[in-house]
């Protein structure tokens, strides 16, 4: 493999629309694309081969690969002019080197290309509290959030402050001031950077993510007093999430905790990328906003009744997954195996296909 070169494989990689490029010892180089992974060639890497590979990335990143070299993993952007911006993490794996590169575009793309609804793009209207943006890694949380910013840039005069691990899309000065801080190359990590951004007048913070009790404490404080705080996590459905926040806290904090989150929140959105029809990944999204029913079932400690709360909550502009799921069916844009696989009631997608 030592003709094959990385810098033609990121080309094909953009070429291919793959989200993915693989480069593991022991396995063929490889792209996803949709939800296969599919090699490229039909030799196996070995060991010489990824660390080659690696070197040359974090040449062209302009990186230090001690950090790397000492931790055993890393996690930072690449960006190549004219061709695409890359979130790289590299790795060890059975005392080899090993890179998983993550191909984003340069601009952020049109909701509506890749299957955003209005449903969901009405969160960049809210002026204040904590929309969360919730999902498995890799279900597209970041081009949501991102499309979701890049509606607020375009609409309204404030200033956006993101803290990112590492920064993916490049967003450019619109209506909006847009300062981008990436976490352990602007700044050394969440906490501290939450806590220095409320200096910075910030009107709207994007949190890369809620990885701690500190991170996650702050960002409600900050919805609570007249921010509008946009954060991930790696949950699956509004209720999840929810208790997620409660239980990183003592149990003697929790209900002043609940308190506080039913206060601040405003949105939650849920979403799974599933396979389309044409094969390309079409997301489906769970909204949940913040009712005054939804706020006592947060307060009382009754999540397990949000579910049947949003599946009644049409009226409010909210949606289950399971129905977002079955509209994706009625429009033909996922079969209907696929409907069942992914939904969590495959009852309910049976029962409005009759």
Do not use: W
């Given at each position: 493999m030592t003709t094959v070169k990385i810098m033609d494989l990121l080309e094909r990689a953009v070429k291919d629309n793959a989200s993915d490029l693989f480069l593991v010892a022991g396995a063929p180089i490889s792209e996803k694309i949709g939800d296969h992974i599919e090699p490229l060639f039909e030799d196996r890497l070995m060991p010489a081969d990824t660390e080659?590979?690696?070197?040359?990335?974090?040449?062209?990143?302009?990186?230090?690969?001690?950090?790397?070299?000492?931790?055993?993993?890393?996690?930072?952007?690449?960006?190549?002019?004219?061709?695409?911006?890359?979130?790289?993490?590299?790795?060890?794996?059975?005392?080899?080197?090993?890179?998983?590169?993550?191909?984003?575009?340069?601009?952020?793309?049109?909701?509506?290309?890749?299957?955003?609804?209005?449903?969901?793009?009405?969160?960049?209207?809210?002026?204040?509290?904590?929309?969360?943006?919730?999902?498995?890694?890799?279900?597209?949380?970041?081009?949501?959030?991102?499309?979701?910013?890049?509606?607020?840039?375009?609409?309204?005069?404030?200033?956006?402050?993101?803290?990112?691990?590492?920064?993916?899309?490049?967003?450019?000065?619109?209506?909006?001031?847009?300062?981008?801080?990436?976490?352990?190359?602007?700044?050394?990590?969440?906490?501290?950077?939450?806590?220095?951004?409320?200096?910075?007048?910030?009107d709207v913070i994007l949190l890369g993510e809620m990885r701690d009790t500190e991170?996650?404490?702050?960002?409600?404080?900050?919805?609570?007093?007249?921010?509008?705080?946009?954060?991930?996590?790696?949950?699956?459905?509004?209720?999840?999430?929810?208790?997620?926040?409660?239980?990183?806290?003592?149990?003697?904090?929790?209900?002043?905790?609940?308190?506080?989150?039913?206060?601040?929140?405003?949105t939650v959105i849920s979403q799974q990328l599933i396979p389309g029809a044409g094969g390309k990944p079409i997301p489906a999204f769970e909204v949940m906003h913040a009712t005054s029913a939804i706020r006592n079932l947060i307060r009382e400690n009754k999540t397990h009744q949000i579910d049947n709360a949003i599946s009644t909550g049409g009226q409010d502009g909210m949606i289950a997954m399971d129905r977002s799921i079955l509209s994706l069916y009625a429009d033909r844009r996922i079969d209907l195996e696929t409907a069942r696989a992914y939904a969590g009631n495959p009852g309910i997608i049976d029962r409005g296909v009759r």
């Open positions: 080659r590979f690696i070197n040359v990335i974090y040449m062209l990143a302009e990186r230090s690969i001690d950090h790397y070299n000492n931790d055993g993993d890393d996690d930072f952007s690449l960006s190549i002019a004219s061709l695409a911006r890359f979130r790289v993490n590299t790795y060890k794996q059975r005392g080899s080197k090993a890179v998983v590169i993550r191909i984003i575009n340069f601009d952020v793309p049109d909701p509506k290309d890749i299957g955003i609804p209005d449903l969901v793009m009405t969160v960049a209207n809210t002026r204040d509290g904590l929309v969360l943006v919730s999902g498995t890694a890799g279900s597209g949380k970041s081009t949501t959030q991102a499309c979701i910013i890049n509606a607020i840039n375009k609409s309204r005069a404030c200033h956006i402050i993101t803290l990112e691990d590492p920064i993916e899309y490049l967003h450019r000065n619109n209506k909006a001031i847009v300062s981008q801080r990436e976490i352990a190359v602007d700044t050394n990590d969440y906490a501290t950077a939450l806590r220095a951004c409320l200096r910075q007048a910030p991170t996650i404490h702050t960002a409600i404080t900050a919805a609570e007093t007249g921010h509008l705080v946009i954060a991930t996590l790696h949950t699956k459905g509004a209720a999840n999430t929810i208790d997620r926040i409660v239980d990183s806290f003592p149990s003697a904090q929790q209900e002043q905790v609940r308190t506080q989150l039913a206060a601040a929140l405003r």
